[in-house]
């Protein structure tokens, strides 16, 4: 018995299944048709070109003009123009622009009827006279006597003073120097001279090429190419000597920073600075003020606010405290 429902089981699920199949097949048809009746009808909503209705118009046309012209001469109304319609075209495409280019006469039908249009030639018997010149004719030339000095004519005056005033003209214009221009100066910086000490603080940091010094930010050793002066933020700092600034530029050790060149291979640059008041290229004399003191950047935030000193000669560091006058 049990073998019986179990077998019996069996056959329903199978049943079933191929039902439902056949349920969803049939499904799925049912609505592929519709979808596509649908889409027929929404290409259809009237832009639609109906190609038989326009060929029948077409021969409807042709059949129209056929008749026209078998007509004759018609009325005006069918023919504008009057007459047989294929001679008066012919007649027109037998119109050659280039027959006509040497008879003077172009005609556009319709728009220059009657118009005739002459080139300007000049006549034959008509000589083209020559430019007037401002020199007199030979005959009213009269020689001077030989004890009469020799007197130029208006024409030789004019000459001559064309000549000079050309000659003037020919020379060189002199540049004068204008407000703004940098006139160059010669630089002859030497030791002897000595700097002027830029600010009136005290040595914060020494130079050292010679050995490493404690860099109190920075926790290490380090050799020092310039000379660390203590100053306040905006302390107003004076060149040290007479020079040309070469440079201006900013970095994160020294911040904004000026180089001047002293001449004789000696440059000395400027650094942690603020309120720049110098030009590049720009020539600056000893003791003018270049700018004030800025607060000191991440390198020297122990160290505190000052100025970075650094001189060389062909490149080379060269300690500027000895120079100080």
């Known amino acids: 018995m049990r073998k019986n429902n179990k077998r019996n089981n069996a056959k329903k699920e199978r049943v079933i299944m191929i039902a439902s199949s056949v349920f969803v097949l049939s499904a799925l048809t049912l609505t592929g048709i519709y979808m596509k009746s649908v889409n027929r009808e929404s290409q259809d909503d009237g832009y639609m070109i109906d190609f038989t209705a326009l060929e029948n118009d077409a021969e409807d046309k042709l059949q129209e003009i056929a008749q026209n012209d078998q007509d004759g001469a018609g009325t005006g109304i069918n023919n504008p123009f009057g007459g047989d319609l294929n001679a008066i075209l012919d007649d027109e495409m037998d119109f050659l622009p280039s027959e006509e280019v040497d008879s003077g006469m172009i005609e556009i039908p319709g728009l220059t009827d009657g118009v005739q249009i002459q080139p300007e ?88 090429m010679d050995r490493s010094i404690y860099f109190s930010t920075m926790r290490d050793y380090r050799y020092n190419p310039a ?15 007479t020079g040309k600034v070469i440079n201006i530029f900013s970095n994160e050790e020294i911040g904004h920073a000026i180089t001047m060149d002293l001449g004789n291979g000696y440059h000395i640059t400027y650094g942690q600075l603020e309120g720049i008041n110098v030009t590049l290229n720009s020539y600056v004399n000893k003791g003018d003020l270049i700018g004030s003191i800025a607060a000191p950047t991440k390198y020297y935030c122990v160290e505190g606010s000052n100025l970075y000193l650094a001189m060389t000669k062909d490149g080379q560091p060269v300690d500027p405290e000895p120079l100080f006058r």
Do not use: H, W
């Not at 000589?127 to 020199?135: D, G, H, M, Q, S």
């Not at 000379?227 to 000597?241: F, H, P, W």
């Open 227 to 241: 000379l660390v002066l203590e100053a306040e933020t905006g302390t107003q700092i004076s060149a040290c000597a």
């Open 121 to 208: 030639v000049p006549s034959q018997g008509e000589p083209v006279l020559p430019k007037e010149t401002t020199a007199p004719p030979a005959e009213t030339q009269k020689p001077a006597s030989s004890g009469e000095p020799k007197q130029p004519d208006a024409g030789q005056k004019v000459s001559e003073e064309q000549e000079r005033n050309q000659t003037e003209n020919e020379q060189p214009e002199k540049i004068q120097p204008t407000e703004g221009t940098v006139v160059a100066q010669a630089l002859n910086f030497a030791e002897s001279q000595g700097l002027l000490r830029p600010v009136s603080g005290g040595i914060l940091m020494p130079y050292s």
